[in-house]
């Protein structure tokens, strides 16, 4: 018969040796650089939201509920030179027409093809201004509401003419409003028209892509990060691809004050590795998602129980 002592020991032996083990093999999960902060100013591209048109009323409406205040909006323009908010690719996909049938169609052609989805400019600048935004304590953090992009036709010289009409008509607060744009000489001319009509602060940036045209760079060395900040107009902001974004670019913008609205960001990672390089917002296809998984380590944010308590009353 085995002893009590060797039955005892020949029954730990392999229980330990099985522990060892799994400590060896098993790595903890790294704490995110990020857990504990504030989530980043988010911002909805094109104001998609899941099963809806995307830029509609519809869709812009149900984020807004859910605590998302701020979009970043394309800007196209119609056959008889009317603005209105939607992206020319899913314009077409949407209303199944080629670019140049698109550009053929009247507004009222948009909204009779579309079942009243496509939103005039006029009537997004008030949806989006004008509705009470229940995350205020994340907006006094950022005050800008809306970014315009003009695309194709909608940034010739008369289109950019019209959209400072219909923002004088808006009347928007000061940084409420962007507008993003490539040519310098476009900006400085709608700044000037803008002010010609009593209408300040609306910001003005230009996105970073893979290249930057040289005659648009700094006097930096161009193999330099900070070599794609521009200086050739008083920009308000700059909006690199989250691929291109570092903390060198952003400490350069920084210096000549110029935001940094990052895009298009959809994971929690990508959105830490901008919040650490100093991204002042970013641009999101998943603002609620972002925001919800940035608060599950950061719940004692104000943001976060800000936004914990919107998602209670909407969900009743």
């Not at 899941?50 to 323009?77: K, P, W």
């Not at 330099?224 to 350069?252: M, Q």
């Not at 940035?294 to 129980?305: D, G, H, N």
């Amino acid at each position: 018969m085995i002893s009590s002592p060797l039955l005892l020991f020949s029954l730990l032996v392999p229980a330990v040796a099985a522990y060892v083990c799994l400590l060896l093999l098993w790595t903890p999960s790294p704490v995110s650089p990020c857990h504990g902060t504030e989530p980043p100013v988010v911002i909805s591209h094109r104001g998609y939201k899941h099963g809806l048109v995307t830029s509609s009323r519809e869709s812009i409406e149900a984020l807004t509920r859910g605590g998302v205040c701020r979009f970043d909006l394309d800007l196209s323009r119609s056959s008889e030179g009317e603005l209105y908010i939607g992206h020319p690719a899913e314009m077409r996909r949407m209303l199944n027409v080629s670019g140049e049938e698109l550009q053929a169609m009247t507004m009222q052609d948009l909204q009779r093809g579309s079942a009243g989805a496509i939103l005039p400019l006029p009537a997004a600048v008030r949806l989006v201004l004008g509705s009470p935004c229940p995350a205020s304590v994340d907006m006094k953090r950022y005050p800008l509401r809306l970014l315009l992009e003009p695309k194709g036709q909608a940034a010739a010289p008369d289109a950019i003419q019209k959209l400072v009409d219909v923002l004088a008509e808006e009347a928007p607060a000061p940084g409420a409003v962007g507008i993003w744009l490539q040519d310098s000489k476009s900006a400085k001319e709608a700044t000037e028209a803008l002010r010609g009509k009593g209408v300040m602060g609306v910001w003005f940036l230009y996105s970073l892509k893979t290249t930057v045209a040289p005659s648009s760079l700094s006097s930096s060395s161009s193999s330099s990060p900070s070599s794609r900040i521009r200086t050739d107009f008083s920009w308000d902001g700059v909006g690199p691809a989250s691929s291109l974004l570092t903390p060198a670019l952003a400490e350069e913008a920084r210096k000549r004050g110029q935001t940094i609205v990052s895009w298009t960001v959809d994971d929690m990672t990508e959105a830490c590795k901008c919040w650490r390089s100093n991204a002042s917002a970013i641009v999101s296809n998943e603002p609620e998602a972002i925001i919800s998984q940035w608060c599950k380590s950061s719940p004692t944010s104000a943001v976060c129980q800000e936004h914990a308590k919107i998602r209670v009353s909407t969900a009743r």
